[in-house]
């Protein structure tokens, strides 16, 4: 059990630290917003970790081969919203974002859960780790492991979003936040655009 709680743990974390859409997700929103909003923003992302977690943990030799079998069509609905995203990000002119209202920080958490919770990457990662735990059955020692997985990725996201944060407020001026967030959006439309181009 102590080694699967560890292996679990150390999942979680390199699952978070990949750099992909959901990490430059993070990082431009906590440089752009501050560390409220990038915090908001990884819990969001980790608590969708939670959930394939609890499945994997639980019922995940059933549930994530069947949901491998739609990967095609998983890849390509995610692929569409990374880029939509992207485009929305990279469209929005800096005289938009300063008009638009000023949401509560914790209005991210959802935006990010549900890309994240979409996200083909995470089905199929998933879907390659679950047999290398003792899942046993148990109920108890599958949500140990499931919260060991979801604090580690909050661990990482959390500290994607301290270096997002430092950054920001390092830069002066809002040019600077709009390079970064301009970086980030590019980053984000190249894993959609990939993601389209890939699907099959």
């Given amino acids: 059990m102590t080694g699967a709680f560890w292996k679990a743990l150390a999942f979680g974390m390199a699952l978070a630290g990949a750099i992909g859409p959901i990490a430059l997700l993070i ?26 977690a609890l499945l994997a943990f639980s019922i995940g030799a059933l549930l994530l081969p069947a949901l491998e079998q739609h990967a095609t069509v998983i890849r390509v609905a ?7 995203l992207g485009v929305r990000m990279l469209l929005q002119r800096p005289a938009d974002a300063a008009a638009a209202p000023v949401r ?11 890309l ?19 899942l046993a059955g148990s109920l108890p020692v599958a949500v140990t492991l499931a919260f060991a997985l979801a604090a580690g990725s909050l661990a990482v996201a959390l500290a994607i979003a301290a270096a997002g944060a430092a950054l ?3 830069l002066p001026g809002r040019g600077w936040q709009r390079t970064i967030n301009l970086a980030a959006a590019a980053g984000i439309l190249a894993f959609g655009v990939t993601g389209l181009l890939t699907a099959s």
Wanted: glycine share 12%; hydrophobic share 60%.
């Fill in 78 to 84: 995610c692929a569409l919203l990374l880029t939509g």
């Fill in 168 to 170: 920001g407020a390092a």
């Fill in 27 to 52: 990082f431009g929103t906590a440089a752009r917003r501050g560390l409220a909003a990038g915090c908001f923003a990884g819990l969001g992302a980790a608590l969708a970790d939670l959930v394939y």
């Fill in 116 to 134: 994240t919770l979409v996200n083909p990457m995470t089905i199929v990662v998933f879907a390659g780790f679950v047999p290398q735990l003792p």
């Fill in 104 to 114: 509560p920080a914790a209005h991210l958490l959802l935006p990010v859960f549900l």
